[in-house]
């Protein structure tokens, strides 16, 4: 299954370049200056795109899905009725604090369409960030994630200038796992009974990835 178990909705916390508007955050005030457009990103197959309005029911349409909400940590199931709109108005904020990217995950062909999602959580102090996806069911295991996640690794490295990513899965759900693998990323270890869904506390294992590794 094409989901990590940080999964998006909401903002976290990255570090970039000097060029960017949180370089030097530790010592220097940040200038009240509008944060420059995020531009889309274009894949062999795929076009990762800002979320807009209109993206809304296809968000809930997705996401009222019990195995994908059974794999995250922040996603419920049902879906809320609305939850998809007051998604997406974080986004905006979350990007001009420097806190998250969300992307949406199209077709190159059809850049409307929405398929899935990925995105950065951004750790300001430690210059890092924890990537989260989640893709619809039907378009599982055809590598729509594994090329998402390539371009949002070279984007966090190169456009923001982290020094670490790394993203964790349940462990039932290894599907995941060989996404973060075949995306460049070390398996890292195991977290006994890291998180609780649904009242069940699951471990999770974890990998990473340093801005020096090689990208394959």
Not at 88 to 111: K, L, M, R, V
Request: with cysteine.
């Amino acid at each position: 299954m094409s989901v990590a178990l940080a999964v998006l909705p909401t903002p976290a916390t990255i570090h970039c370049k000097s060029n960017s508007p949180m370089a030097n955050s530790e010592s220097q005030p940040r200038a009240e200056t509008e944060p420059a457009p995020i531009e889309p990103i274009q894949t062999q197959r795929l076009l990762l795109r800002t979320f807009v309005e209109s993206d809304a029911p296809r968000v809930e349409l997705l996401l009222n899905d019990k195995e994908i909400a059974s794999n995250t940590r922040r996603i419920d199931y049902p879906y809320p009725v609305g939850g998809g709109a007051q998604w997406i108005a974080t986004h905006q904020p979350a990007w001009q604090a420097g806190d998250s990217y969300i992307f949406a995950i199209c077709p190159a062909e059809n850049p409307s369409f929405l398929i899935g999602a990925i995105g950065l959580e951004i750790n300001k102090l430690d210059h890092n960030a924890e990537l989260g996806y989640w893709m619809g069911r039907e378009f599982w295991n055809q590598g729509f994630c594994t090329e998402a996640a390539k371009a949002v690794i070279e984007f966090g490295f190169e456009t923001l200038g982290l020094r670490r990513i790394c993203s964790e899965h349940i462990t039932r759900n290894p599907a995941s796992g060989k996404v973060m693998a075949k995306a460049g990323m070390t398996r890292e270890g195991l977290r006994r009974k890291h998180v609780r869904k649904w009242g069940v506390f699951e471990d999770v294992i974890i990998y990473g990835m340093l801005s020096g590794d090689s990208r394959r």
